[in-house]
Structure formats: C-alpha cells, structure tokens
C-alpha cells in the first residue's frame, strides 16, 4: 500500500470529520442541553453558507466574509429561539420534530426567494486555492488544510468554553440536571438563547467553511445532518468530547471506506461484484459502524447524562 | 414544408369537432423544480415555455396546456406525480425526466395506460433495449452514446490511460459503460461515488492523483459537476492531468465555475453554436428571454414540445389517433435544434455527436463552442435488443 496516499486519505478523513463536528457540537448542545430535537440545524449550515456567499460577493474579500458571517449566523440563531422554539420545550418530541421540519421548509423557501434558484459560488482566495506539498510527493489542498487548522481552533475554543468558564460551568450544569440549574436561580431562558446561538454560529461556520468546496445550494444541510445525528447519537447525546470522538471515527471510515473498500473487494471477488458491491459497502460503512457501537453502547460512547 | 403544415393545421381547425377545439391538448412535464437540481429544471421548463410561445401554444388547431410537476429528484415521487398526470389530469402526453432512475420508476406508470411519453434527457439503458415501447420517444440520447463518443475522442488524442468516476446510479453506470466500450487504452481505476447526496470527492481524487493516468474522464451532472470542477481544481490536478466530462461541463456549471472550466472538452450532440434556423431561433430567444446561454436540457426539451407537435399537427388533432401520430413522431423531420437526426427502432435518436471546448467569449460570456464532429448518425447499442423493428 502506498503510504502517501494513506497520509492524504488521513487527512481527508480528518477534514470531514472535523467539519462534521462542529455541526454536531451544536446539535449535541442543543439536543443535551434544551431536550431540543432541532431538524433545524442543517438549515442553519446552509443559511451560513449563504451568508458567506453574499458577504464575499460584498466585500470581495473570503476572509472578511467569515468575520462577518459567524455573528450573522448567531444572530439568526438566537432570533429563531426567541421567536419560535421557546414555545416547543414543554412538548414531547414528536412536536418539536414537526415544527423544526416546518422550519427546514421555511428556510429553503426563504433562501429560494432571496437568492433564487441557482447555486451560488465562493471563489477562495488566491493564497487558499493552490495546492502545499507537504512532504515529497504528498500534496494536499491548501484549503483544506485551512479547515483542518481553523475547526482545531473552534473546538479548542468550545474546550475552553466549557470547561474554563462561567457559562460552560451552567451549560455543563444544565446538560446534567437542567431543573435544578433553574432552581438555583440561573436564567434558563437567556442561557437557551445563548447555547443556540453557539450552535447556530458553529453551524454557520461549518457551512461558510464547505461554501468553496461545495455549491452553496437549497438543502445543502439537509444531507449533512443525517450525519451529524449519526456523530451525535455515537458519541453520546449531550456529550461534545463524544461529538468530538465519533466525528473523527465517521470522517476518518467514510474516508477509508470510500479509498479502499472497492480495492480490497476486488481482490476478493470479481470486477461487476466489485463495482456494484464496493459503494454501496463503503456508503454504509457509518450506519454499521452506529449500528456495532450501539448493540454495545446504548448511551453513545460518552454519555453526558451519567457523568 | 411550412406551407404544408399550415394548411394542415388550418384543415384541422376546420375540421375539429367543437367540443375537442375546446378541449387542450395536455402535456405533463415532469422535472426537478426544488432541491439542487432544481435548476435543471428551470432551464427544463423555461426551454418548454419558449416553445409554447413559438408555436403560439397550438397544436393541430387545439390550444395546449402543459402541467408541469416536481419529482424532487425521487423515483417514488416522480412515479407518484406521473400517476397523477396520467389518471387525474388525464394527459395525452407525458415528457421532461431528467433522471435515469425516476424515469425507470414512471415508465410503466404511463406505457400502456393510453398517454405517449416523451424522454426529454434520461436514456438508460433498459428502455432502449428489452423495455422499449412505440408510444415512448427520445429527445436527447441513451446515456452510453455520449461517452462512446468521448472514449473515440480518447483514443483519437492517443491517450494512454484514465481513471474513471461516476456517481453510483443507473445512469453513472451507463456512462462508464460507454466510455469503457469505445476506449483503447488501459482504466487504472474507477470510483463510483454516492449519489446524490456526496458533495466531497477528496478520498476519489487522492485516489487519482496516485494513479497518475493520462486523463481524468468524470460524468457529474448538475451541481455536483460543479462540485466537482471546483475540488479538481482545488486539489492541484486541473495543471497536472487533463480533464474529459460528460454532461459535466455545460450551460449551468460554466457560469458557476468560470474559468475553472474553461478549455475542458466534452462531448454532446447540440452545441449552441451549431448553424441550422431552429437552433439559432431557440438559442437567440432564449438569450433575450431569459438572459442566459441554453444547456443541453434546455434544447432537448424545446425539440420534445416539438416533436409532440409534430405528432399532433399530422393528426389533425385527433390525439386518439396514435397510429398516425406515432408515424408523423418517427419521421423526426419536425426541424430539430440539433440538426437533422433519425429514429433507431427503439426510437432513439440516430445522431451526431460533436466535441464542445468551454470558452470565454468575446462578450465576457461562458459557454461551449463546437471543436469538431466525433461521430455522424451514431446509434446506441442496446437497439439490437428491442424488439421493435
């Protein structure tokens, strides 16, 4: 095997998992934290995407675009928690899906009507869009080296936040007993708003981050959520180190899955097998390995709720 | 011929009983109109509506209606809203269908069940051999033929050996299949990739790069051709190994991608530059309706609006007559934009093929201008097993 490839596979699989994570660190905050089911979320990634997308056409400048999409997404966030999911917490479950998928709905129209049909384009700027050989042989997109770098950055910075903090201490407290948060006189309600803001902001910079490899399209989150609900529901609801943990697992088995399964079943079996077995093994490949971690897990690998 | 056909429809008018003169002419169009490739569909139904608006929305004396409906790139809600075309809304004819595999679920939705239906993109495979039918038609092509021609042109630059990538559906194998039926040299490898929610393609193009082919051959229709261009370029490999697409390139990715794709080569069988009366009427009016180059969707579905009027002037109107306008249909001398074509017995285009460069034009504008012709009056291979003659 040519470890050259292995290392630039790695990496690959590092990217997405990272970008994976901070979609479900958000996701996981809100779900462990508010008992929150948020189908949501996906819209917010794409409503960050786009939010990149016109403020790069604005200001000509990617990098600019980012400083000013995170605040933009936060808001965004915190407004859609006043204004609509305040009324859903004292439901059940069913209740809270029906009315976020209402809002996927609302989102995709709205994003319809702002900016039309058409997929929109982020160019990268010129010091992001080359290519870096990293060691001889080894070249890797600059950019995505960029990704891998600045979502290390976020989730130290969420580390830091949870763990270092005043508002982390609560929203640590409220993961684990939330009613009890609330008796000891905490504002519960403007620390719902501020963890979904965080999660909307991290969100936003998921999709501000996939805009230049991807198109910024109508549904573009709805793909990516089902994922990040499989990170999430691996590493353990409520949990972010969990988040942090099975993202990496997923980006790195989808990654390798995806490089090597159709080699490795070739070897063994013929070629039509091979084309017809190989993708469809390695696109479930995540779903299996939900599948294997929860016969043995039921709580996720780090559930928050026990400790 | 023009005469003639005025004539006829001037008889046909004067000959339709009132109740059908009331009665129009209904035309289901199924396409992609939300999620990402809504806009193929756009182009889909903006190409139909310009034909409409030339044909002063009659047919064979009776006024025409299309119903457009969104298949939201599902086979089961394609089959469903074609279910619903053809026993609510009772249409004489069904077209659009972008997608292999939705027109796979909806074909027998309509074959059989009185409407004639009309593929204005998808050709797999299956349809034109053992499934074909007299009442279906096709606008554009089965999907081998255009990476047939692409696998010639391959070998025609005396490229040695390519890697190959596709998304994983009915169609993606057709394109493999095509290239890898008409290409000599050696396939160092293939991926094919998740279809259609993979949107990153670094594990295949690390992949690739290790394989140092002399050419990259890719089939990603819409915005995962975008995508697609864009990570080419991204990873390094637009300088170091050529590219070569199918559907890939065209009239929606090139304003998106620019000059990522510019001199990239595909091949098809419409090009907008190609000099005949009906395309340069179809590319002009589209351009100053709608302010935008035509894609190969586009043309194909003004040829199937059409080739139905074809069908239905021949009969006068009597669109119970489907002997007659199944006929006037094969005959394809309705005036198509791409040029003069045939019908194969399976009802598949007999056409040309041609080699399309993206360029940048002396206006600023991105589009594709015809390199030269790959194949004349070429037939998909699957004809041989329908058992139509």
């Known amino acids: 095997m040519n470890w050259i490839l292995l290392i630039e596979q790695t990496l690959n699989g590092l990217q997405l998992g990272l970008l994976l994570f901070l979609l479900a660190a958000g996701l996981t905050l809100v779900f462990g934290i508010m008992d929150l089911v948020n189908l949501a979320h996906g819209s917010l990634y794409m409503v960050g995407a786009y939010f990149a997308a016109t403020f790069t056409a604005w200001t000509g400048s990617f990098v600019l675009a980012v400083v000013l999409t995170l605040p933009a997404t936060l808001l965004v966030g915190a407004v859609v928690e006043v204004v609509c999911l305040r009324t859903l917490y004292d439901r059940d479950h069913l209740d809270q899906v029906l009315a976020t998928f209402g809002l996927i709905l609302f989102f995709n129209e709205l994003v319809r009507l702002v900016w039309g049909p058409a997929g929109l384009s982020v160019p990268l700027p010129e010091f992001l869009s080359n290519s870096l050989e990293l060691a001889p042989g080894l070249i890797y997109p600059s950019y995505r080296l960029a990704i891998i770098i600045a979502s290390l950055l976020a989730a130290f910075f969420l580390y830091w936040l949870v763990a270092r903090t005043r508002i982390g201490m609560l929203i640590r407290a409220g993961a684990s007993n939330r009613e009890m948060v609330g008796a000891l006189g905490v504002n519960i309600r403007f620390l719902f708003t501020i963890v979904f803001g965080l999660g909307a902001a991290l969100a936003g910079l998921a999709g501000l981050m996939a805009a230049p490899i991807s198109t910024v399209e109508i549904g573009m989150g709805e793909n990516v959520l089902i994922l990040a609900f499989v990170v999430i529901v691996i590493g353990g609801i409520g949990?972010?180190?969990?988040?942090?943990?099975?993202?990496?697992?997923?980006?790195?088995?989808?990654?390798?899955?995806?490089a090597f399964l159709p080699d490795v079943i070739g070897g063994f079996f013929d070629d039509e097998f091979a084309d017809a077995a190989a993708p469809a093994l390695a696109s479930m490949s995540i779903y299996l390995l939900m599948a294997v971690i929860l016969a043995f897990r039921p709580e996720g690998l780090f559930s928050a709720r026990n400790g | 011929m023009l005469k003639r056909t005025i004539t006829l429809a001037a008889g046909a008018a004067m000959l339709a009983t009132t109740a059908m003169a009331a009665d129009p002419v209904k035309i289901g169009f199924v396409t992609t109109l939300s999620k990402g490739p809504a806009v193929l569909g756009r182009d889909m139904r903006d190409a139909a509506d310009l034909a409409m608006e030339h044909i002063g929305a009659r047919m064979g004396g009776r006024d025409v209606e299309i119903i457009y409906k969104d298949d939201e790139i599902n086979p089961g809600i394609g089959k469903k809203v074609t279910d619903e075309l053809v026993q609510k809304d009772r249409v004489d004819f069904v077209t659009g269908y972008i997608w292999s595999h939705v027109l796979l679920a909806s074909y027998k939705s309509v074959i059989g069940n009185g409407p004639m239906l009309i593929s204005a993109n998808a050709g797999p495979s299956q349809i034109a051999g053992e499934l074909c039918n007299e009442d279906f038609f096709s606008t554009s092509w089965q999907?081998?033929?255009?990476?047939?021609?692409?696998?010639?042109?391959?070998?025609?630059?005396?490229?040695k050996s390519i890697y190959v990538m596709a998304p994983n559906y009915a169609a993606g194998k057709n394109m493999v299949a095509g290239v890898e039926r008409t290409y000599k040299g050696e396939i160092l490898g293939k991926d094919f990739t998740k279809w259609p929610d993979q949107i990153d393609f670094s594990a295949e193009l690390a992949k690739a790069r290790a394989a140092k082919p002399g050419a990259v051959f890719v089939f990603y229709p819409g915005g995962a051709g975008v995508q697609f261009l864009k990570q080419y370029a991204q990873a390094g490999l637009k300088e170091t190994i050529p590219l070569y697409t199918v559907f890939t390139v065209d009239a929606i990715s090139l304003p998106v991608v620019k000059d990522l794709a510019v001199g990239s080569l595909a091949t098809q069988m419409w090009?907008?530059?190609?000099?005949?009366?009906?395309?340069?009427?179809?590319?002009?009016?589209?351009?100053?309706?709608?302010?935008?180059?035509?894609?190969?969707?586009?043309?194909?579905?003004?040829?199937?609006?059409?080739?139905?009027?074809a069908g239905v002037d021949a009969v006068n109107g009597d669109t119970s007559d489907k002997a007659g306008m199944r006929a006037a249909m094969k005959k394809a001398d309705f005036g198509s934009v791409r040029g003069d074509y045939?019908?194969?017995?399976?009802?598949?285009?007999?056409?040309?093929?041609?080699?399309?460069?993206?360029?940048?034009?002396?206006?600023?504008?991105?589009?594709v201008k015809t390199a030269k012709t790959v194949f004349t009056a070429h037939q998909d291979s699957y004809h041989s097993k329908c058992p139509m003659n």
């Open chain 1, 239 to 258: 949990s972010i180190r969990g988040a942090f943990v099975s993202a990496l697992l997923i980006g790195l088995i989808d990654t390798v899955g995806r």
């Open chain 2, 143 to 159: 999907n081998d033929q255009t990476p047939e021609a692409m696998g010639e042109v391959l070998n025609q630059l005396g490229i």
């Open chain 2, 342 to 367: 045939t019908y194969g017995n399976n009802n598949f285009p007999i056409q040309n093929f041609y080699l399309r460069e993206a360029i940048k034009n002396d206006a600023g504008e991105y589009t």
């Open chain 2, 271 to 309: 090009s907008p530059d190609l000099d005949n009366a009906a395309n340069r009427k179809f590319v002009d009016g589209f351009k100053a309706k709608y302010g935008r180059f035509p894609s190969f969707y586009a043309a194909q579905s003004y040829d199937a609006i059409m080739l139905i009027k």
